[in-house]
Every structure is written in structure tokens, then in C-alpha cells.
């Protein structure tokens, strides 16, 4: 397994992962909602301005990670980078990937000057198993998200 950069993946190939990562969600119960169509203009875009990586085991994309920089409300010159997927594929969980993407992903931010990382993970989809990897990866609970359709 390797960590490259998105710019050395074929959209379809991202997209191929993603609708693997929203298949496993509908099976837990949760409901994304993607376009596709407007997830490769995402992903072109993501390329272009926004940090992420990928996890490649013998030609195949198996993971992603990509967040999206911010200045801090309070304090514009402190970075922080929200995360908004971290994913591997479910038969190369538990073989090191997954770490060696998000401690890539942290080297790649520190080196443009992010000062904080927020991840995430669903309530619903092996909280516990999330809780305790990223107290063990030094991470802090920060805030409980909630979510409501509205229209």
C-alpha cells in the first residue's frame, strides 16, 4: 500500500471508491445523497485548491482522505483544516493504511501552515472503534454535530 497524491488518480477511479464508501453507508443506515455529477467537478476542484490524499494497494484505489482548509473564525492567520472523508475500503482496514494516510495528511497540512486537524466520524458507524483510535492518535473530543432535513 501507498499514499499519492490525487493528482496522479483518474476521477473515475475516485468515484469508483466513493460510491464503495456510500454503498456501506446505506447499509448502517445513513443516507448521502451524492451526485455524482457533482462530485467529479468536486473532486477537479478538490485537486486544484484543497488538500487530500490517496491510498493505492497494486493499481487500485482502496482510500481517501480530504478535508478542507479554513481560517480560524476568531483568529484569521491560525489554519484549520476540517476533514470531510477518511475512508479505506473495508478489507484493507486493519492492515495500517488507514494511519499511514491520516499521518501523511497531517505532515501535508503542518507543511502548509495548518494549526489544527478536525476529524469526524458518524454516531451510528463503529463510534466506539473511532473514539478510542483517535484518542490513541492523540486527537480530543470537540463538539457533538447533529442533522435535520429541512426541506
Request: aromatic share 14%; hydrophobic share 40%.
Amino acid at each position: 500500500m501507498r499514499v499519492i497524491k490525487p493528482e496522479n488518480v483518474h476521477c473515475k477511479d475516485f468515484i469508483k471508491l466513493i460510491k464503495r464508501f456510500e454503498q456501506e453507508g446505506i447499509d448502517e443506515g445513513i443516507q448521502f445523497g451524492f451526485n455524482y455529477d457533482d462530485l467529479e467537478k468536486t473532486y477537479y476542484g478538490w485537486i486544484q485548491s484543497q488538500p487530500g490524499l490517496m491510498l493505492e494497494h497494486n493499481g487500485e484505489i482502496i482510500g481517501c482522505i480530504a478535508g478542507i482548509v479554513v481560517p480560524f473564525l476568531a483568529n484569521y492567520s491560525t489554519l484549520y483544516c476540517l476533514e470531510h472523508i477518511w475512508y479505506v475500503v473495508p478489507e484493507y482496514r486493519d492492515k495500517g493504511g488507514g494511519i499511514r494516510l491520516l499521518r501523511t495528511f497531517e505532515k501535508v497540512l503542518k507543511e502548509m501552515g495548518v494549526k489544527k486537524l478536525i476529524m469526524a466520524h458518524s454516531l451510528t458507524f463503529k463510534a466506539r472503534y473511532f473514539r478510542r483510535l483517535y484518542k490513541r492518535l492523540g486527537y480530543k473530543p470537540l463538539e457533538a454535530q447533529y442533522i435535520k432535513d429541512i426541506l
